[in-house]
């Protein structure tokens, strides 16, 4: 029942947000969200820290923009073209990476996305130092006018909760059971007859795809593809958001997010220290709350709820 | 020698750690049918041959045959797809899912759905009622929805050996299975190695000779990575090398 009145009142919060908020901003931390989300799949479920998702997010922004500015396809079309890039992209790192283990997974996948980068930066259709830049947002599906604000908060905001969903379904699939017996334990999920690289790949290439459709949202929204979005302190801020919020839950990395964007939002004027405090946040939360805020909050709901039980026994 | 006749057969197999064999040259054949036991001191490299069948591990040289095929180089779930599925000496649950989930995840491969993310999880539920029975098979029916990671270590092993059970194995590889149980899930688990062996090979290391008097038809002694002795339990048990080896370092 409270499950039920939460999801209600987030969805009307959804709803009347851009009419209290700047929507800009909260299209910018919905398309981090769904980023942190899809990274999160990877680090929370099959317990794979990747340190290259920039590369995926800033793939998709890249030929999301130049598929709306130079071919002048539609943006259904653009964005579904940076998502399969991002996907395919993933197949190839997945490939190359998935075989490896802890720190040797992170390290092949920046290696990669470097890679990525300085391609990002030689290219000539990628506009080296100045990115893509006025991408024209276009019609969505050849009437929806996307210039409109407000109309494209709605986008945004349906294609964050459609892949939430693709994501929380992931989860509670039998493919999520798999990944779950892969990250507790992968010899004996081996022993059990499942060939587990190839549920990692599936599991990297889906979260490659999503953090794609991430990227090509974001170049909507700021009519702009740069090197930003694929410089590693990208695939670092996500690890943030990710820890920040609780990895292995499903809000988790929404609440890292929208903290992060906010935080980089409120104190963008103090310059460089935006790095420092953030920096400074993510040790305390490390050496505080190590399963991040939904995490925390979640085990404290359950340590309550357990005391109740205790006491009626004893009584 | 019929090539139907045994399950398992083992040339020359080898492994050698930086210069140390742990396995040496050991041959082995186990007979369908047979509940076979690997014995030895400490060290004899009897987990090493476990990790070499199964390929957690590559042998350096030997070959190794299941059914008459070899699968000298068959990766380590195809192993386990093949029918030949191991339990772990160092107990290996899922120890964040419930107990009647980490029997499901063993069941769930044969529905085909492994791979379908965007099926609900709720299809799995199919699977309840062999779950349910696999864990009363080993007396666990009333920890269902405990959490595996909280269940002492004698129960552990007991979900383990229901989950190896789950995959329906045509040869069983136990790996002390009763290691650090009370005597009572002792007696239970041997009863269960005995009924489950009946329709199965079971090959298993175990240290406790008790249950292996009474459940195994072959042994095999393993000293320092080499084959020591094998036969029939009575006869094993009363040659000198054997019981100056083993019997006569503490064990048992
Ligand atoms: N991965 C490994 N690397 C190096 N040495 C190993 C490895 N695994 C086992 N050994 C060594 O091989 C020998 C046999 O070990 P093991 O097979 O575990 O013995 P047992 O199961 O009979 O007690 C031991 O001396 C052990 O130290
Ligand atoms: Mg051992």
Known sequence: MIRIISLVALIIIALVAPFFFYPVFLMKALCFALFACAFNLLLGYVGLLS??????????????????????LPPELSILAGTGAAALLGLGFGWLAIRRQGIYFAMITLALSQMVFFFALQA????????????????????????????????????????????????????GQVLKAIRENEP?????????????LMAFVLSAALSGMAGATKTL?????SLTDVHWHMSGEVV????????????????????????????????????????????VCVLLFRRGIVGEAMALARKLRKKPEKEDAVS | MASGEFVLETEGLSKEFKGFFAVRDVSLRVRKGDIHALIGPNGAGKTTVFNLLTKFLTPTAGRILYKGEEITKTGPADIARKGMVRSFQISAVFPHLSLLENVRIALQRELGTS????????????????????????????????TAGDLPYGRKRALEIAM??????????????????????????TDLIGRVSENRTVLMVEHNLSVVSNLSNVITVLQRGEILAEGPYEEVSKMPEVISAYLGTGHG
């Not at chain 1, 340190?51 to 002048?72: E, I, W």
């Not at chain 1, 004996?188 to 990692?200: E, F, H, P, V």
């Not at chain 2, 190896?164 to 688990?189: K, N, S």
């Open chain 1, 124 to 175: 000539p259709f990628t506009g080296g130092e100045d990115g893509i830049q006025a991408i024209p947002r276009g019609y969505l599906l050849g009437f929806i006018d996307l210039n409109n604000q407000l109309t494209l908060y709605y986008f945004v905001l349906a294609m964050f909760v459609f892949g939430w969903l693709v994501i929380y379904r992931t989860i509670h699939s039998p493919f």
């Open chain 1, 240 to 283: 943030l958001m990710t820890l920040l919020g609780g990895m292995g839950t499903v809000f988790g990395p929404v609440v890292g997010a929208f903290l992060v964007v906010t935080i980089q939002n409120y104190l963008a004027q103090l310059g460089s220290w935006v790095t420092i405090i953030q920096g400074g946040i993510f040790v």
């Open chain 2, 115 to 146: 791979f379908h993310f965007w099926k609900s999880d709720d299809s799995l539920s199919a699977l309840n009622d062999r779950a349910m029975a696999l864990l009363e098979a080993v007396g666990l029916t009333e920890f269902r929805n405990h």
């Open chain 1, 221 to 225: 929204v700021f009519q702009l593809a």
């Open chain 1, 188 to 200: 004996r999920a081996i022993s059990l007859g499942y060939r587990t690289d190839q549920y990692k």
């Open chain 2, 164 to 189: 190896a059970l789950a995959c329906e194995p045509r040869l069983l590889l136990l790996d002390e299975p009763t290691a650090g149980m009370t005597h009572e899930d002792i007696v239970r688990i």
């Open chain 1, 51 to 72: 340190f290259g998702h920039a590369a995926f997010l800033g793939s998709a922004a890249y030929v999301t923009g130049h598929s709306m500015k130079v071919l002048g």
